[in-house]
């Protein structure tokens, strides 16, 4: 019987090999690869964080972008000795130190003596020291003195999540790369991809959901779909993908604000009801209502805003079409009530009561609309009688209440407050 291949973790098997292949992290690869077009290549990187975000990976790329025989190059040539022995962790000129493991004086001693040596096979002596932050003093103090004067053949990458642990003096002598939260557009991307390349059928939708969860990590967002595909198969279905990850379904989401948007109560109401049914923490479902009204108030606010929303394109028109009409003002204070909401569900008892107080709150605040068109036919109104000879009152000023679409007297409101 044929033996069954192991089984490889995504985040593993779908490690990037060059600085092309990342995903993100555009600001970063785009200068390391002028760097390397151009030659001009400082002596220490350091590449700084969040987890899972591209830092080791780069760290390797860049390590055999400058030591493959063809370099060095972006695209690093795979089959020349460097390319090859560096993919095998097998390159002698190569060497990996894992900080939190190697941080006495001693260790960085023993690497002092090691770049003394010339390259055996490839260009330079490429030191990799992840986790840099974990040296201690000593270490970073003997570092220090190679840092300053590192023979030519000699080139330092750290990688570190807490570059606040990094001495000032270590920080001035490294060009120093900050890695960004990887947009969950581009991590559904590269989801994408990986899922087509393994014949998975997880809808576009539940990718997203991968994502989010992900929270900007790329590592997350796969060993995520791992999980996804062992508990619900290659493939699961969106409901399925939404219990894996206690998410909350975006449908539900949506009914909440457009019951708040539309001031229809029921529609709030049966939206929590359902996230308490399916045992969702309310406080996980108003935390992810409050991006929500975050971003429905930017599409408000202006068309340009639409580009800070990291969200598909049709989430974005659904969004524009929802608040057509509303104003800016009136979905921020929105925003305001739901973050003090948010807060006291996390302590409340009976969190979901606190939210539907809230919503009973929000829903008999009359949406702010927007005053112009009003204004503009007051005025036309004024001229006309002007016109017919009527006298007008000279204009009285109305103090606009807080709520904004309540300046006028209540005998002028033929609906009567609600
Ligand atoms: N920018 C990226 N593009 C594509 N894949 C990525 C990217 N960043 C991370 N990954 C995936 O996540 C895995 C972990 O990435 P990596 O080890 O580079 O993260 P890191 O930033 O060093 O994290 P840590 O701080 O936890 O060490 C990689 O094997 C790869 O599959
Ligand atoms: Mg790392
Ligand atoms: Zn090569």
């Not at 490889?8 to 690869?29: F, N, S, Y």
């Amino acid at each position: 019987m044929a033996e069954q291949p192991a089984y490889v973790a995504i985040a593993r098997k779908w490690r990037p090999l060059t600085l092309e292949d990342m995903a993100g992290q555009t600001h970063v690869t785009r200068t390391l690869k002028n760097a390397l077009a151009s030659g001009r290549i400082h002596h220490a990187f350091l590449f700084t964080g969040a987890r899972g975000v591209g830092k080791t990976t780069a760290a390797r790329a860049l390590a055999r972008a400058l030591q493959c025989l063809e370099g060095p190059t972006a695209s690093p040539c795979g089959v020349c000795g460097p390319c090859v022995d560096i993919l095998a962790g097998t390159c002698p000129d190569v060497v990996e130190i894992d900080g939190a493991s190697n941080n006495s004086v001693d260790d960085i001693r023993d690497l002092r003596d090691g770049i003394r040596y010339l390259p055996a096979v490839a260009r330079f002596r490429v030191y990799v020291i992840d986790e840099v932050h974990m040296l201690s003093k000593g270490a970073f103090n003997a570092l220090l003195k190679t840092l300053e004067e590192p023979p030519p053949h000699v080139k330092f990458i750290f990688a570190t999540t807490e570059v606040n642990k990094i001495p000032e003096t270590i920080l001035s002598r490294v060009q120093r790369f900050d890695f960004k939260r990887i947009a969950a557009s581009v991590v559904v991307n590269r989801l994408r991809t990986i899922c087509d390349a393994e014949g998975m059928a997880i809808s576009d939708a539940a990718l997203r959901m991968v994502a989010r969860a992900g929270e900007g990590s790329m590592r997350d967002a796969q060993s995520l779909l791992d999980q996804v595909i062992s508990f619900g198969g290659t493939d699961a279905n969106d409901a399925q993908v939404a219990e894996i990850l206690g998410m909350v379904d975006r449908g539900v989401l949506y009914e909440m604000l457009t019951g708040l948007v539309k001031s229809e109560p029921d529609r709030c109401l049966d939206a929590i009801a359902s996230v308490h049914e399916s045992g969702y923490e309310i406080a996980q479902f108003t935390g992810e209502l409050l991006e929500l009204v975050r971003n429905a108030a930017l599409v408000a606010l202006s068309p340009g805003a639409r580009k800070h929303l990291d969200v598909p394109e049709e989430e974005k028109d659904r969004l524009t079409g929802l608040v057509e009409g509303m104003s800016a003002e009136h979905l921020s204070r929105t925003f305001q009530t739901l973050l003090e909401v948010h807060d006291q569900v996390a302590r409340a008892n009976r969190p979901r009561m606190v939210l539907e107080m809230a919503v009973a709150r929000l829903v008999a605040i009359r949406p702010a609309q927007n005053l112009g068109p009003l204004v503009e036919r007051l005025v036309e109104l004024e001229r006309r009688l002007r016109g017919s000879g009527v006298t007008v009152p000279p204009p009285r000023t109305v103090p606009l209440s807080s709520t904004g679409a309540r300046g006028r007297e209540p005998s002028d409101d033929p609906e009567g407050e609600r």
